[in-house]
């Protein structure tokens, strides 16, 4: 049996999710793993079905969800960091995908401190799915698509629910 265990993003560079060589134990995150990305400016990109226990992302690096509908990037808990002087906030952009925070019954939590971004292009949709607790706060931000269908759906799967859409005020 396999334990957690802390894994963090060392390439100095722009990678995917899934590259084993980019990530200080030679082997992708998964269910059990925290996972950490805290270099500035880096991107990474994840394409397909992803489940990480903790995810923490820190000043300046954006973690780019891009892996159709069909798939899901699952986080049962973590941080997005806040802008702190001259670097940007840490960021998560949902690209026609679905980003799932939280896990239903549990009462761990994400705190997002930098921005969520939900977009779509005009013949895909995004949603993020909030099925825990999330906490915005320090400047922290959902940004919803101007054009095609994204969406955030508040509550677990299959339970009640409250969602908020790009034609919401």
């Known amino acids: 049996r396999r334990h957690m265990a802390a894994i963090k993003w060392i390439l100095d560079g722009n990678g995917n999710w899934t590259t084993a060589s980019d990530w200080n134990t030679d082997s992708v995150p998964g269910a059990s793993d925290d996972a ?64 799932v925070l939280g896990k239903d019954g549990s009462s761990d939590g994400f705190s997002n401190d930098g921005v969520i971004r939900v977009t779509a292009s005009t013949q895909e949709s995004s949603l993020l ?15 919803l698509p101007t054009s095609g269908s994204g969406e955030v759906l508040i509550g677990g799967d299959g339970g009640p629910s409250t969602t908020l859409n790009n034609g919401c005020n």
């Open 129 to 143: 799915l909030i099925a825990g607790n999330l906490s915005l706060s320090g400047g922290g931000s959902i940004y």
């Open 36 to 99: 950490t990305i805290n270099i500035d400016g880096v991107y990474v990109t994840s394409t397909g079905n992803v489940t990480v226990n903790n995810l923490s992302l820190g000043y300046g690096s954006t973690l780019i969800i891009n892996s159709g509908l069909s798939q899901r990037f699952n986080v049962f808990s973590g941080v997005i960091s806040p802008a702190l002087g001259q670097y940007a906030s840490g960021e998560i952009d949902v690209k026609n995908s679905v980003l």
